[in-house]
């Protein structure tokens, strides 16, 4: 699995590299985030809201789908709020996560996801 994250926790981080030999890629800002979506293909792209607004996190969520037409885009969220929720699955993430959820966790779920959109793909 090709994976990007952007501003994930460093225990998040590890949680990946342990249970992925593939290729993780992982950014802090959204700028270095915005070259890698443009210059290579992921197959999962995960994202920490970190409290960003609501038109941020779906402008950029737009921009995810946009150059990558064929990813699973997972939101890690700190927030309850529908509107962001449904504005985030809406702009084409596949799931949001509400924090805190512990990394062992998210990286099952980011597996499962993965698979299954596989499976919806073929």
């Given at each position: 699995m090709l994976l990007l994250g952007l501003r994930l926790d460093n225990e998040l981080k590890l949680e990946f590299e342990?249970?992925?030999e593939n290729e993780l890629t992982f950014v802090d800002n959204v700028v270095d985030f915005m070259d890698a979506i443009k210059s290579k293909k992921y197959e999962v792209v995960l994202v920490d809201e970190k409290n960003s607004k609501e038109d941020v996190l779906i402008n950029l969520i737009s921009k995810i789908?946009?150059?990558?037409?064929?990813?699973?885009?997972?939101?890690?969220?700190?927030?309850?709020?529908?509107k962001?929720?449904?504005?985030?699955?809406?702009?084409?993430a596949y799931d949001y996560i509400?924090?805190?959820?512990?990394p062992e966790n998210i990286v099952k779920i980011v597996e499962k996801s993965f698979k299954d959109y596989k499976v919806m793909a073929e």
């Open positions: 342990n249970n992925f789908i946009e150059f990558q037409k064929r990813v699973v885009v997972i939101v890690l969220g700190e927030t309850s709020n529908l962001i929720i449904a504005g985030s699955i809406k702009a084409g509400l924090k805190p959820e512990n």
